[in-house]
């Protein structure tokens, strides 16, 4: 009873929470704990867009344990690190991780200020950052994360191989964490203490993504030029990711110097695929990449056309990889033989909201589950 008082007052005379644009468009907001805070389109975040709904996002943090809840009430999707939000559903954002307002853009962070640090806490020790090198490397990102499980990485792996894309930004040791399971509120504190020294900067630049690349976990194979992660949701049987290491940040930023690492790309995947098929020759795949990209370092999906995961669950997730919404990798690597840039795709987001139909017969599907039904029988 004591300990919980004592919780309650500490959240309350010392952690508040505030979310702060990275864009710096407007000032922080405050997040009072446990009071629910609508944002979206207001004149209030400076959002205009109007894919994003007026009452969007509505944020609830909890101060004393360091996290904020976000429901999504709004039609379009909204991202944490990369990941989609689901409708109505309560998705946790903590310090460092970004959050992203709608269709990936817009991006905010909360933080906490005040620690609660009059417990005894271990000191979590935060290495120095390396100031030589201005790329965005594997080797950089290891270096930040020593808790971490290292892949196996030289240092010569990490040249850049296109340095026509520069980075945009650099990665916070903070943001790579961020991606992973919560570390303790201790070792936060730290970090954010420690944070707090370097100048303010905002390094929102797809951790979710790039922390992924770095964890073993999910990553299932690497060489110099890309590393291959299974999709954390995948939302077919089987379902990578294939990345470049340097920092693209969409299929619209390529050039014909992209062409060998988009076929490399291919090749890579279509490896994968005659893996799977050795062994179960039915399986189909294909191979492309999001006509609007959601997260901001490039991927390739090698996808299945089962479909069949539990992560699949809603009709934006069917036509992202259904529709023309889904560019198979071989049009994007015409276009940039052809015409030396990759097609302006952005009007096509309209194509997510589609009425469902099955991807093989083209039949029209009432509702989720009569498509998964419909598609675990459809031969055609
Ligand atoms: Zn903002
Ligand atoms: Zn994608
Ligand atoms: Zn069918």
């Given at each position: 009873?004591?300990?919980?008082?004592?919780?309650?007052?500490?959240?309350?005379?010392?952690?508040?929470?505030?979310l702060?644009?990275?864009?710096?468009s407007?000032?922080?907001?405050?997040?009072?704990?446990?009071?629910?805070?609508?944002?979206?389109?207001?004149?209030?975040?400076?959002i205009?867009?109007?894919?994003?709904?007026?009452?969007?996002?509505?944020?609830?943090?909890?101060?004393?344990?360091?996290y904020?809840?976000?429901k999504?009430?709004?039609?379009?999707?909204?991202?944490?690190?990369?990941?989609?939000?689901?409708?109505?559903?309560?998705?946790?954002?903590?310090?460092?991780?970004?959050?992203?307002v709608?269709?990936?853009?817009?991006?905010?962070?909360?933080?906490f200020?005040?620690?609660q640090?009059?417990?005894?806490?271990?000191?979590?020790?935060?290495?120095?950052?390396p100031?030589?090198s201005?790329?965005?490397?594997?080797?950089?990102?290891?270096?930040k994360?020593?808790?971490?499980?290292?892949?196996?990485?030289?240092?010569?792996?990490?040249?850049?191989?296109?340095?026509?894309i520069?980075?945009?930004?650099?990665?916070?040791?903070?943001?790579?964490?961020a991606?992973?399971?919560?570390?303790?509120?201790?070792?936060?504190?730290?970090?954010?203490?420690?944070?707090?020294?370097?100048?303010?900067?905002?390094?929102?630049?797809?951790q979710?993504?790039k922390a992924?690349?770095e964890?073993?976990?999910l990553v299932?194979?690497?060489?110099e030029?890309?590393?291959?992660i299974?999709?954390?949701?995948?939302?077919a049987?089987?379902?990578?990711?294939?990345?470049?290491?340097?920092?693209?940040?969409?299929?619209?930023n390529?050039?014909?110097?992209?062409?060998e690492?988009?076929?490399?790309?291919?090749?890579?995947?279509?490896?994968?695929?005659?893996?799977?098929?050795?062994?179960?020759?039915?399986?189909?795949?294909?191979?492309?990449?999001?006509?609007?990209?959601?997260?901001?370092?490039?991927?390739?999906?090698?996808?299945?056309?089962?479909?069949?995961?539990?992560s699949?669950?809603?009709?934006?997730?069917?036509?992202?990889?259904?529709?023309?919404?889904?560019?198979?990798?071989?049009?994007?690597?015409?276009?940039?033989?052809?015409?030396?840039?990759?097609?302006?795709?952005?009007?096509?987001?309209?194509?997510?909201?589609?009425?469902l139909?099955?991807?093989?017969?083209?039949?029209p599907?009432?509702?989720?589950?009569?498509?998964?039904k419909?598609?675990?029988?459809?031969?055609?």
């Amino acid at each position: 009873m004591r300990i919980l008082y004592r919780l309650l007052k500490m959240a309350d005379d010392t952690v508040k929470c505030y979310l702060e644009c990275c864009k710096s468009s407007h000032p922080k907001l405050p997040l009072p704990h446990n009071v629910p805070v609508i944002i979206g389109r207001t004149p209030e975040l400076g959002i205009t867009d109007k894919l994003c709904s007026r009452s969007q996002l509505e944020l609830t943090s909890n101060c004393y344990k360091r996290y904020v809840l976000v429901k999504r009430l709004g039609a379009n999707t909204s991202q944490i690190n990369g990941i989609d939000i689901e409708k109505n559903k309560s998705s946790r954002l903590e310090e460092g991780q970004d959050l992203h307002v709608v269709n990936g853009k817009f991006p905010h962070r909360v933080y906490f200020t005040g620690c609660q640090n009059d417990t005894k806490t271990e000191k979590a020790v935060v290495p120095k950052l390396p100031t030589k090198s201005t790329d965005l490397t594997k080797s950089d990102l290891s270096i930040k994360q020593p808790e971490r499980k290292k892949l196996k990485v030289s240092e010569n792996k990490s040249k850049v191989l296109n340095s026509k894309i520069k980075p945009q930004e650099k990665f916070s040791s903070e943001s790579v964490y961020a991606f992973d399971s919560p570390s303790p509120m201790s070792s936060r504190c730290e970090k954010k203490a420690e944070s707090n020294k370097r100048a303010p900067t905002h390094k929102h630049w797809s951790q979710g993504l790039k922390a992924s690349m770095e964890d073993p976990e999910l990553v299932v194979k690497e060489d110099e030029q890309i590393v291959v992660i299974k999709d954390k949701y995948p939302k077919a049987k089987y379902h990578w990711l294939i990345l470049p290491k340097d920092s693209i940040s969409s299929t619209k930023n390529l050039s014909t110097d992209n062409i060998e690492l988009l076929k490399h790309i291919l090749k890579v995947g279509q490896e994968l695929a005659a893996e799977v098929k050795d062994k179960q020759p039915d399986v189909e795949f294909r191979f492309g990449y999001h006509a609007v990209a959601s997260m901001s370092q490039m991927h390739m999906h090698v996808i299945s056309q089962d479909f069949q995961s539990s992560s699949f669950k809603t009709k934006k997730h069917w036509n992202s990889f259904t529709t023309d919404y889904f560019v198979d990798a071989t049009d994007i690597i015409n276009e940039l033989e052809t015409g030396g840039k990759v097609k302006d795709r952005r009007t096509m987001t309209s194509l997510l909201n589609e009425p469902l139909k099955c991807h093989r017969c083209k039949k029209p599907q009432k509702n989720i589950p009569t498509l998964k039904k419909h598609i675990d029988s459809c031969q055609k």
